[in-house]
Every structure is written in structure tokens, then in C-alpha cells.
């Protein structure tokens, strides 16, 4: 990945409405649209340990895709200590996920939350033990 690309207008809206309804049903804090870049971020800190996903479109050698990445943070004194993404490869061609968005909005709705579910889990599997 080599840099930050925009979300269209459709895909941004929805995109912040279904983040903001999984971060609520949740209990997380989100942060939609995130230093005004096209960039999500749901989150959760307990015990000095914050699980996040962050949400965003990338120019990958071979299209621009919307990643669903998962990390744990160790955060005390304010400062972060150490951070590990999971190894997930959780993402959907930006394309793609636009004309579903276009064509079949439910189901881009549906597709969108089941990625965030599946990054949430894989946010929430990482421990303290795991970062080095």
C-alpha cells in the first residue's frame, strides 16, 4: 500500500452510517471521517489495552481497495507503548464495493457490516501477549 486514496460520496455515506450503528449497538467510540480524510475508526480501551479498526481506502500495485484493519494498542500514561495489527486481509476492491453501493444498496450494507464484524473479532483476539 502506498497511499491514501478518497472514498466516493455514496460509499463515504454509507460507510459513516453503518460504522456509526455498529460502534453504537457496540458500546465503541467512533470516529467517522477521521482528521477530515476518508478514514473510520472504531474503538474500545480497557485496562490500558485499546482495540481498533481503522477503515480506509488504499492504492494497493493492483487496485484501490477499502481495508478493514485490526490493531491492539498498549496505551498508559497517555502514550502508546507498543501496537500489533492482526493478520488479516480484510478488505473489497473500492470498485466494486461503488457499484454495489449504486446497484444493490442493502447488500452493500450487509457486506460492509459483515467485514467490520470480521475485523472487530480479529481486533478483539489480539492481547497484551501478543505485542512484543
Not at 490500558?48 to 491492539?72: N, S, Y
Request: charged share 25%.
Amino acid at each position: 500500500m502506498s497511499s491514501m486514496v478518497d472514498v466516493p460520496y455514496s460509499v463515504g455515506k454509507l460507510l459513516t452510517d453503518v460504522v456509526s450503528e455498529f460502534a453504537h449497538v457496540q458500546g465503541l467510540v467512533c470516529h467517522p471521517w477521521y482528521h477530515d480524510a476518508p478514514l473510520w475508526l472504531i474503538e474500545h480501551e480497557k485496562d490500558g489495552l485499546r482495540h481498533t479498526v481503522q477503515i480506509a481506502a488504499w492504492l494497493a500495485p493492483d487496485d484501490q481497495f477499502l481495508f478493514f484493519t485490526p490493531h491492539v494498542w498498549i496505551h498508559e500514561g497517555g502514550e502508546n507503548k507498543g501496537t500489533l495489527s492482526a493478520k488479516r486481509d480484510i478488505k473489497i476492491a473500492l470498485d466494486k464495493l461503488q457499484r454495489l453501493v449504486e446497484k444493490k444498496k442493502k447488500a452493500a450494507r450487509t457486506q460492509i457490516l459483515k467485514m467490520l464484524e470480521e475485523a472487530w473479532a480479529a481486533a478483539e483476539e489480539l492481547t497484551r501477549d501478543h505485542i512484543t
